[in-house]
């Protein structure tokens, strides 16, 4: 079973930046998708991020435009940079991966993913 762990979480000031960073580990399969979701109170949860390994990605269209996400094939792990936060994006962000023979691909729409990390609280205070 595949584990992550997140880590880079905080808080910070209306208009600050944040990266998150998630190592995975266990990994048995060379093909992924990986992405970075988040949960705020009382919503339900939503994609941030995600990439494959193809290197395509795609962004939610909450933070689109303001985060970009990579990944380090070699260290196995999995980034979010975070610019201009608003106090609307204060949520619990997870980080998650499907690792497996078969191809994945962010651009075929919905990807069941079959492991998630613990979470870490991101605050914007405005």
């Known amino acids: 079973q595949v584990q992550l762990v997140e880590s880079g979480g905080g808080s910070v000031q209306s208009g600050g930046s944040l990266r998150l960073s998630c190592a995975a580990s266990?990994?048995?399969?060379?093909?992924?998708?990986m992405g970075w979701f988040r949960q705020a109170p009382g919503k339900e949860r939503e994609a941030v991020a995600q990439i494959d390994s193809s290197g395509t990605t795609s962004y939610g269209k909450s933070l689109k435009g303001r985060v970009t996400i990579s990944r380090d094939n070699a260290k196995n792990t999995l980034d979010l940079q975070m610019n201009n936060l608003k106090a609307e994006d204060t949520a619990t962000y997870y980080c998650?991966?499907?690792?497996?023979?078969?191809?994945?691909?962010?651009?075929?729409?919905?990807?069941?993913?079959?492991?998630w990390g613990q979470g870490t609280q991101v605050t914007v205070s405005s």
């Open positions: 266990k990994i048995t399969y060379s093909n992924f998708c």
């Open positions: 998650a991966a499907v690792f497996r023979f078969q191809p994945c691909r962010v651009s075929q729409g919905h990807v069941d993913y079959t492991s």
